[in-house]
């Protein structure tokens, strides 16, 4: 089932993310090893809706809707608007001068946080190892 939302453009990025961490399970377990984390992503849109889509990196390896996987707890949200994570994904946006704006709000384990960038990266087309 495609995470995309057409209410949210960026929201595409989730699918792409799913998609390389599905394909190769070597890098799934990279990711999963490096991230040992459920980070969720708050996005608002232009008309002030929020959603939100999680990327499982702790135990299964997965994206999905929702702020967490079902009976699990996100150990950090990243909470900012549909076009910041679009600048974010496509790689135009640092998520350090976001936070510093006051554009990208974290709760929980900041730490945790910080190992999002190589997973971004895989949706920018990329291939990029972990």
Do not use: C, H
Not at 104 to 117: C, F, S
């Amino acid at each position: 089932m495609p995470l995309k939302n057409d209410s949210f453009p960026s929201s595409g990025a989730f699918d792409v993310i799913n998609e390389t961490l599905q394909a190769d399970q070597n890098e799934k377990k990279n990711a999963v090893d490096q991230a040992k984390a459920i980070v969720a992503f708050n996005l608002k849109n232009e008309k002030g809706e929020e959603k939100s889509w999680y990327l499982d990196l702790k135990n299964k390896g997965e994206v999905g809707e929702g702020a967490a996987p079902e009976g699990g707890k996100a150990d950090v949200t990243l909470s900012l608007s549909d076009a910041d994570f679009a600048q974010l994904v496509a790689g135009k946006a640092n998520a350090q001068r976001l936070f510093m704006g006051g554009k990208l709000k974290i709760k929980g384990n900041i730490m945790k946080a910080t190992k999002m960038e190589p997973i971004l990266k895989k949706a920018q087309g990329g291939k990029a190892k972990l």
